[in-house]
């Protein structure tokens, strides 16, 4: 009887030890990646290093930024959707390679929403279309009444990059206005600007970053932003949707994890971020690259994310947007 007594006890015993060791450990308790999509410097760049500076604050556990730029945000999202699901690798990706590049690149074999998990929306910056001072065009229904002659319209719209969120935005707008616009892409902002500058092209489109400074000295015109309400330091500037309903647009920047990370990993880093969004330094360092913050909750997050999925794969189809 003693010896069966004895046997129970260590069973009990060691059932807890072995109970007590399978207890998951609290998260997180070792260093965090965040993948970067794009060299270091960009605007993707710098607020990821922006939140995973907030991070490691808040956890007392190293967050490092690693950058994997090149294929339009390909690199970078095969890295996360190969890596473990466990919440130690995360990815900052900005719309243009979370939502438009699998509709335009073959070589893009990811869909965000099948591969990844939306952890938290950061950050939005609406476009503004611009002018300079010497052209007739200040307003939306100016553009629109000068597009109607299509191809044989003087009027030629700039933006960035092909592909762009910007040159997408131009797109939609002739989609919803039922005009075709003239489009040039550049190889980037810099030789955007200076050829708008030159009078090039008398019609520019870009989120407002790089565009404020020269409204501000008077170089360029503001006509029209994409926002969807009248913003703190741009409440004179007339918003697109008031003259074409539905025509709201941002670039913007979340945080994705891989797909099957467990939801109360999911929880505790939408939580942590949002805190960090929360900070006043964050907002005015967000501010300062022409970003708003973005913290919506979780399920917010997710159909965000769906429905800029949504919108520019049908814009893109619409115009049979290809990439050079």
Same mark, same amino acid.
């Given at each position: 009887?003693?010896?069966?007594?004895?046997?129970?006890?260590?069973?009990?015993?060691?059932?807890?030890?072995?109970?007590?060791?399978?207890?998951?450990?609290?998260?997180?308790?070792?260093?965090?990646?965040?993948?970067?999509?794009?060299?270091?410097?960009?605007?993707?760049?710098?607020?990821?290093?922006?939140?995973?500076?907030?991070?490691?604050?808040?956890?007392?556990?190293?967050?490092?930024?690693?950058?994997?730029?090149?294929?339009?945000?390909?690199?970078?999202?095969?890295?996360?959707?190969?890596?473990?699901?466990?919440?130690?690798?995360?990815?900052?990706?900005?719309?243009?390679?979370?939502?438009?590049?699998?509709?335009?690149?073959?070589?893009?074999?990811?869909?965000?929403?099948?591969?990844?998990?939306?952890?938290?929306?950061?950050?939005?910056?609406?476009?503004? %279309?611009?002018?300079?001072?010497?052209?007739?065009?200040?307003?939306?229904?100016?553009?629109?009444?000068?597009?109607?002659?299509?191809?044989?319209?003087?009027?030629?719209?700039?933006?960035?990059?092909?592909?762009?969120?910007?040159?997408?935005?131009?797109?939609?707008?002739?989609?919803?206005?039922?005009?075709?616009?003239?489009?040039?892409?550049?190889?980037?902002?810099?030789?955007?600007?200076?050829?708008?500058?030159?009078?090039?092209?008398?019609?520019?489109?870009?989120?407002?970053?790089?565009?404020?400074?020269?409204?501000?000295?008077?170089?360029?015109?503001?006509?029209?932003?994409?926002?969807?309400?009248?913003?703190?330091?741009?409440?004179?500037?007339?918003?697109?949707?008031?003259? %074409?309903?539905?025509?709201?647009?941002?670039?913007?920047?979340?945080?994705?994890?891989?797909?099957?990370?467990?939801?109360?990993?999911?929880?505790?880093?939408?939580?942590?971020?949002?805190?960090?969004?929360?900070?006043?330094?964050?907002?005015?360092?967000?501010?300062? %690259?022409?970003?708003?913050?973005?913290?919506?909750?979780?399920?917010?997050?997710?159909?965000?994310?769906?429905?800029?999925?949504?919108?520019?794969?049908?814009?893109?189809?619409?115009?049979?947007?290809?990439?050079?």
């Amino acid at each position: 009887m003693k010896a069966r007594r004895w046997l129970a006890a260590m069973a009990l015993v060691l059932g807890g030890a072995a109970a007590g060791a399978a207890e998951p450990q609290p998260y997180p308790d070792k260093l965090v990646r965040i993948i970067a999509p794009t060299a270091p410097g960009s605007a993707p760049d710098i607020i990821a290093r922006l939140v995973a500076d907030r991070l490691g604050r808040q956890w007392g556990h190293q967050v490092i930024v690693e950058n994997r730029p090149g294929g339009n945000g390909i690199i970078g999202m095969n890295a996360l959707t190969r890596s473990e699901p466990d919440g130690y690798t995360l990815a900052m990706f900005h719309a243009a390679a979370a939502v438009t590049t699998p509709f335009l690149y073959q070589a893009a074999k990811f869909d965000i929403e099948r591969d990844t998990e939306v952890v938290a929306t950061l950050a939005y910056t609406p476009m503004m %279309l611009v002018t300079t001072p010497g052209t007739p065009y200040r307003s939306v229904a100016d553009l629109i009444a000068a597009a109607k002659g299509g191809e044989a319209s003087d009027l030629v719209i700039g933006s960035p990059t092909r592909g762009s969120i910007p040159n997408l935005s131009v797109y939609l707008i002739g989609q919803l206005g039922g005009r075709e616009f003239r489009q040039i892409s550049f190889s980037g902002t810099s030789q955007a600007l200076q050829t708008l500058i030159k009078g090039d092209i008398p019609v520019y489109i870009d989120g407002i970053a790089p565009l404020v400074p020269l409204v501000r000295s008077g170089k360029l015109v503001p006509i029209a932003m994409s926002a969807d309400r009248k913003l703190p330091g741009f409440e004179n500037i007339p918003l697109i949707k008031d003259s %074409l309903p539905g025509m709201v647009t941002s670039g913007w920047f979340a945080m994705f994890a891989p797909k099957g990370t467990p939801a109360p990993v999911l929880d505790t880093l939408h939580a942590a971020i949002n805190k960090v969004l929360e900070e006043p330094e964050v907002q005015s360092r967000l501010a300062d %690259l022409g970003t708003f913050a973005m913290p919506l909750d979780r399920a917010q997050a997710g159909a965000f994310v769906h429905d800029e999925k949504q919108k520019w794969g049908n814009v893109i189809s619409t115009a049979q947007v290809k990439a050079e």
